[in-house]
């Protein structure tokens, strides 16, 4: 049993899975941010490799995509930073990026060296369910790497569940088909993550896109088991050139 599996095993509802920019807000600030992440009770974290054109991003993560890779955050810093995470970082650790990037570095040299330093899974947006079918989905199982689909509420029934089937670890459930940052109606998040929980799914299901303080966390778990926050935790560590202080600062307004 991997350490999502574990999490959700312990911890079926409420979970909070928190993303931030590799290389954010300095370069040397990434094992700083997770350690913060984890000391203030975050369940997970999603940590971004910053690209130049990060589709699914809203302005706010792309600006820190922008800052990271001015600062100089490679794929290969990535891991060189990554190196003994593991002695500070407990929680689950996915990798969120693109694939122009990982593609370059070489796709089976990247899965290799994400499990070897202790990363648990990758959420890929722009790889197709198919490609992974065909191609790239050994090569992360050979890795013992869970994989994250995504869904959104234009999502198709037959879709998402064949969507589930290919995920490991969990269903990321995107609130609308917007980018991230975007105020949400939480009355149609509710319909939506209803209308995902009668597929009786075979992975818990974390909501993100819109997720962004307290309240919003708390509608999101009502019908689903956690929730993903980004751009707000963005924004905060924006604000404040103590990246602990404001870590701790935020979650402890999410879950006090």
Do not use: W
């Not at 075979?202 to 307290?214: H, M, T, Y």
Request: net charge negative; charged share 25%.
């Amino acid at each position: 049993m991997n350490r999502i599996e574990e999490l959700f095993k312990k911890k079926q509802n409420r979970v909070l899975n928190v993303y931030c920019t590799a290389g954010f807000p300095r370069l040397e600030d990434t094992l700083t941010v997770m350690k913060a992440l984890e000391d203030g009770g975050a369940d997970m974290i999603e940590l971004g490799m910053p690209y130049s054109d990060p589709l699914a991003d809203g302005p706010v993560i792309q600006h820190s995509s922008t800052i990271a890779l001015q600062n100089g955050m490679t794929i290969k810093k990535l891991f060189e930073q990554l190196r003994d995470f593991r002695k500070e970082v407990s929680v689950p650790v996915l990798l969120m990026g693109y694939m122009n990037p990982i593609l370059q570095y070489g796709f089976e040299k990247f899965c290799a060296e994400a499990s070897a330093v202790g990363v648990d899974g990758l959420t890929l947006p722009d790889l197709p369910e198919y490609e992974y079918e065909i191609e790239y989905g050994a090569i992360v199982k050979r890795y013992g790497l869970d994989f994250v689909f995504l869904v959104t509420p234009e999502t198709s029934g037959e879709r998402v569940k064949k969507l589930d089937a290919l995920s490991n670890g969990f269903l990321y459930a995107v609130s609308s088909s917007s980018t991230t940052g975007k105020d949400k109606n939480m009355a149609d998040v509710k319909t939506y993550l209803q209308k995902l929980k009668a597929f009786k799914l075979q992975n818990p299901v974390l909501v993100g896109f819109g997720i962004k303080d307290k309240q919003t966390f708390e509608a999101a778990c009502e019908n689903a088991n956690g929730a993903i926050i980004g751009t707000a935790f963005i924004k905060a560590l924006e604000n404040d050139t103590n990246v602990e202080r404001a870590t701790k600062k935020f979650l402890n307004e999410i879950i006090p």
